[in-house]
T-cell receptor
Framework: DAGITQSPRYKITETGRQVTLMCHQT?????MFWYRQDLGHGLRLIYYSAAADITDKGEVPDGYVVSRSKTENFPLTLESATRSQTSVYFC??????????FGPGTRLTVT | KNEVEQSPQNLTAQEGEFITINCSYS?????LHWLQQHPGGGIVSLFM???GKKKHGRLIATINIQEKHSSLHITASHPRDSAVYICAVDKETSGSRLTFGEGTQLTVNP
């Protein structure tokens, strides 16, 4: 099915663990983004990618790592999870001149 | 001051009312996006505008590039329209990163 998917949809992990959130899009969009959404903060950009093997920091990159070896995948890794990283994470893809499409979100709880 | 300002922050309406949500921005843009997010739900793109007006069903979005202002209108509002509406701009200098407004929480009562 065409679209943008995220996995897992829900994740509970412990402080200090490494966690990887997956994002996959089927449109071959050039741009992909990771956002976090916290109550009272709206959407904040963590990292983005303009193409495979090109990534750049957003507004709140500390504690996160991304890679993009293939156009369709853009995983986000929390190297050592902290409670402050408890949030809802949205992946999005975009081709300039067109609408931005969001994944369904991953609700991450760090205990 | 935020580069993208939305008003109102919260809006309560009765079913059937005509609703307007405003978005003002202070930077040069290549496009403006309107997004919708239902409680606990995902984010859906409603419109992408670079000029003029677009209409999907009961939703209408307009943009005035000279005045740096956009409006989202909902005609014949319904309780299912209750959601957060987010304005976001693709700045000319941003490399396609969106800059988001704070969102407008809309509640439509039956």
């Amino acid at each position: 099915d065409a679209g943008i998917t995220q996995s897992p949809r829900y994740k509970i992990t412990e402080t200090g663990r490494q966690v990887t959130l997956m994002c996959h899009q089927t449109w071959s969009h050039s741009y992909m983004f990771w956002y976090r959404q916290d109550l009272g903060h709206g959407l904040r950009l963590i990292y983005y990618s303009a193409a495979a093997d090109i990534t750049d920091k957003g507004e709140v990159p500390d504690g996160y790592v991304v890679s993009r070896s293939k156009t369709e995948n853009f995983p986000l890794t929390l190297e050592s999870a902290t409670r402050s990283q408890t949030s809802v994470y949205f992946c999005a893809s975009f081709e300039r001149g067109y609408e931005q499409y969001f994944g369904p979100g991953t609700r991450l709880t760090v205990t | 001051k935020n580069e993208v300002e939305q008003s109102p922050q919260n809006l309560t309406a009765q079913e059937g009312e005509f609703i307007t949500i405003n978005c003002s921005y202070s930077v040069g843009i290549s496009a403006l996006h309107w997004l919708q997010q239902h409680p606990g739900g995902g984010i859906v793109s409603l419109f992408m505008l670079s000029s003029g007006k677009k209409k999907h069903g009961r939703l209408i979005a307009t943009i005035n590039i000279q005045e740096k202002h956009s409006s989202l209108h909902i005609t014949a509002s319904h309780p299912r329209d209750s959601a957060v509406y987010i304005c976001a701009v693709d700045k000319e200098t941003s490399g396609s990163r969106l800059t988001f407004g704070e969102g407008t929480q809309l509640t439509v009562n039956p």
